[in-house]
């Protein structure tokens, strides 16, 4: 059986992925999503905190942000600031009340409608990540 540190080390050698959703049942199911995919998820429960996050990582690959969340700012606002601060990070943008027009969507980012199918989203992020 592996110890807590040798489980440690195999999460920080994934890519990292920082979800963004403040329903915390959706949130659960995007990391097993992002887990079932191969990668370690980093939770987040609005825009505010996961700029916390990114302020102090420097592992995240991937933004998996929702749209409508509380806070300062919505999901897709999120999205074009980490586009603007952290350039090499991919961004999927998910939702499950609005249609984003791709003109609104952040440069070279993925929309996917709510609710999306698993096999569909963990072979996006696959091929996003590589």
Known sequence: MASLQELNARDMQRPAVLIVEDEPLLRIHAADIVEEAGFFA????????????????????????????????????????????????????VSGHLQVAKNDLPDDSRFFGKPFETTKMIAELRALIG
């Open 42 to 93: 980093i939770e987040a429960n609005n825009a505010d905190e996961a700029v916390r996050i990114l302020e102090t990582r420097d592992d995240i690959v991937l933004l998996f942000t929702d749209v409508q969340m509380p806070g300062s700012m919505d999901g897709l606002k999120l999205a074009h600031a980490v586009r603007n601060r952290w350039p090499p990070i991919k961004i999927v943008i």
